[in-house]
């Protein structure tokens, strides 16, 4: 059955620091990837998504993810993280071309002045 | 221009009530969601619809009956609610899969 993890549930950074969020997937065939944003009492933004091609996909807000098929893992990446970036985020997998998305439990970010 | 609105934007009811949510999109996509967020941020697709046509039903229980007039609305209507169905719902839409647009949310609380 298709699954995503997101291994951590809070984070904190500082304002400037970088910035890992860890997501794997369970899939059996080539995944469909994405990454959302989802702000306080907001709806969710897409931030990036995978679907073929470079492994290293940018997306808005300097953004950033990378597809391991190895590690079955498509973790998102910021260089330096702004007080703005505090935020729940969410990793989804796409089941075919039904427009599922498959949701990880998501990682609140916390950023520290 | 919001792309995809809903209403209301929050809902306080009683058990046993029926209540219904309206989702709009002007993008002009021809898929609609609803998502269910659970109290832990826990985000499970509900139905979607391609051109007024369901296409996903998930495991969800027959008193939740989603209708689409049209292919830019897409509505829930929720018959004897329960405790549980106390979460926020999410409207989306999507020319393609993946890139859906959310709506705003609706805080459903049911007393």
């Known amino acids: 059955a298709q699954s995503v993890t997101q291994p951590d549930i809070h984070i904190t950074v500082s304002e400037g620091a970088s910035l890992e969020l860890r997501c794997n997937y369970s899939?059996?065939?080539?995944?469909?990837l994405f990454w959302y944003v989802q702000s306080p009492g907001q709806g969710l933004q897409l931030l990036l998504k995978?679907?073929?091609?470079?492994?290293l996909v940018q997306g808005i807000k300097g953004f950033e993810a990378e597809f391991k098929r190895s590690q079955s893992s498509f973790n998102l990446r910021k260089p330096s993280v702004h007080w703005s970036d505090a935020a729940e985020y969410f990793c989804?997998?796409?089941?075919?071309?039904?427009?599922?998305?498959?949701f990880g439990q998501g990682t609140t970010l916390q950023v520290k002045p | 221009d919001t792309a995809v609105s809903q209403t209301p934007k929050y809902l306080v009811t009683q058990m046993g009530n029926d209540k219904s949510i309206k989702c709009e999109q002007n993008?002009?996509?021809?898929?609609m969601y609803w998502y269910k967020q659970d109290s832990k941020k826990f985000l499970k697709i509900m139905f979607s619809?391609?051109?007024?046509?369901?296409?996903i039903n998930e495991t969800v229980p027959n008193r939740f009956s989603p209708k689409s007039p049209d292919k830019a609305h897409l509505n829930l209507h929720i018959n004897s609610l329960e405790l549980g169905d106390s979460a926020v719902y999410f409207c989306?839409?999507?020319?393609?899969?993946?890139?859906?647009?959310f709506g705003p949310g609706t805080r459903l609380t049911v007393l």
């Open positions: 993008l002009g996509h021809d898929t």
């Open positions: 989306a839409s999507s020319q393609q899969t993946g890139h859906e647009y």
């Open positions: 899939y059996g065939a080539t995944p469909y």
């Open positions: 619809y391609n051109n007024k046509e369901l296409i």
């Open positions: 989804a997998v796409g089941v075919g071309n039904t427009g599922k998305l498959i």
């Open positions: 995978y679907f073929s091609g470079d492994t």
